[in-house]
């Protein structure tokens, strides 16, 4: 079945690696516009941690919800989220204290995945193509 896990999982995890880049290091949402500013009593607590002085909102304290950000398959869907329900309330939680929408994709990401898709797409057309030729 060319929709298979197989065809999926390496494409979605080149996006998943770009939607994680975005957030947890950038600090963009879904629009590619910061997700916020910290309060500067905020930022001192995160430099007595050692995250640095950066006021950029990146959604990383612990590392907790950043390490349980991954691709998750329920049933035949697959895609980014959260392993443990409190990250995914956590993310909803943050999504509306900055009024944002953080994880889903942006325009570019959903660009980059159609492109992937299709391309992947080809890759088997063109194999089943061969084998129907090759006899």
Known sequence: MILGSKFLRPILLTIHQQVTQRI??????????????YSQAYIKRRQRKGLGSSPKVVLEFTGQMRNDFSLVEEGEAIGSGFKNPFNADKAGWVEGTYNKE?????????????RLLDQQAQIVLNRQAEQKLNG
């Open 102 to 114: 953080i994880f889903n994709l942006t325009l570019g990401e959903v660009v980059e995945l159609e």
């Open 24 to 37: 947890f290091d950038e600090g963009r949402d879904a629009k590619g516009q910061p997700i916020g500013v």
